[in-house]
């Protein structure tokens, strides 16, 4: 409840109160507050899938090293963006063009912090 007056319009709570808040509720929603690794692991599936469905519909896909021609196959686009979100960098394929590039970016900064906060969560729940 005080989260929720802290939040709301009548300027109840101080900024850092807002402040707490603000992180307590995107806790809550990514982790459970810290006990739930499953909630990670389904935010990591959604990016995954959010992003090879974006590299997929909104560019040209990616391309391959050797051939240099654009590939649009979902289940290689699937194994593009798993490769990218857990940072591995095979090398195999590339992004074609500049809003995969983009897509790839993110999807690699996101895919980082989204390990650290399960291992972050997975430590929290074996010192208990």
């Known amino acids: 409840m005080e989260?929720?007056?802290?939040?709301?319009?009548?300027g109840a709570g101080t900024e850092s109160q807002r402040k707490y808040a603000v992180?307590?509720?995107?806790?809550?929603?990514?982790?459970?507050?810290?006990?739930s690794p499953w909630r990670v692991v389904g935010w990591s599936g959604a990016v995954i899938v959010a992003s090879t469905i974006l590299l997929q519909v909104a560019t040209k896909g990616v391309k391959t090293c050797s051939e240099c021609e654009s590939v649009t196959d979902l289940s290689q686009l699937l194994y593009f963006s798993v490769v990218t979100f857990t940072t591995l960098g095979y090398g195999d394929y590339q992004p074609a063009g500049a809003w995969a590039q983009r897509i790839a970016g993110v999807e690699s900064l996101v895919g980082a912090l989204l390990v650290a906060l399960l291992v972050a969560v997975l430590g929290r729940r074996a010192t208990r």
């Open 23 to 35: 992180l307590a509720t995107l806790t809550n929603v990514f982790t459970r507050y810290g006990d």
């Open 3 to 10: 989260r929720k007056r802290y939040l709301s319009d009548d």
